[in-house]
């Protein structure tokens, strides 16, 4: 094929506005190190990609699944298992003490050491008038 035209590829692909995304995301691909399908033939990365696309050398499915991915904002994380879920509570308790218990002692000593950093503010500031 010496020249790619548009009407070569609507065959694979009827709708212009996705044939342009899916070519550009080939064109990316192929800049980024992919491997060619047909032969350069002195062309750019979107001729290139144009001319794969018209001769049904790439996957479209494929093409597709990595412009979507490409194009999310989102990436959704798989959640724990529930046997990594018991395993981080267990991990939770110390030494026989719970996890709660601890935490309420954390925050009375915090509490505690507030009341004397609010004793030490208030006689740091009658030494300074």
Do not use: W
């Not at 925050?107 to 950093?117: I, L, S």
């Amino acid at each position: 094929m010496a020249r790619v035209t548009v009407e070569d590829c609507v065959i694979r692909i009827p709708n212009r506005f996705e044939l342009v995304m899916l070519a550009a995301q080939r064109a990316r691909e192929i800049t980024a190190g992919s491997q060619l399908t047909v032969e350069r033939d002195n062309d750019k990365n979107p001729v290139v990609a144009l001319r794969e696309i018209a001769d049904a050398t790439v996957s479209i499915d494929n093409l597709r699944q990595a412009l979507v991915t490409g194009l999310q904002k989102h990436v959704e994380t798989e959640e724990p298992e529930e046997d990594m879920m018991e395993l981080l509570a267990a991990e939770r308790d110390v030494a026989g003490v719970p996890y709660e218990a601890r935490a309420e002692e954390i925050e009375d000593e915090m509490q505690v050491e507030g009341a004397e950093g609010g004793q030490e503010s208030s006689s740091e500031a009658g030494e300074e008038e």
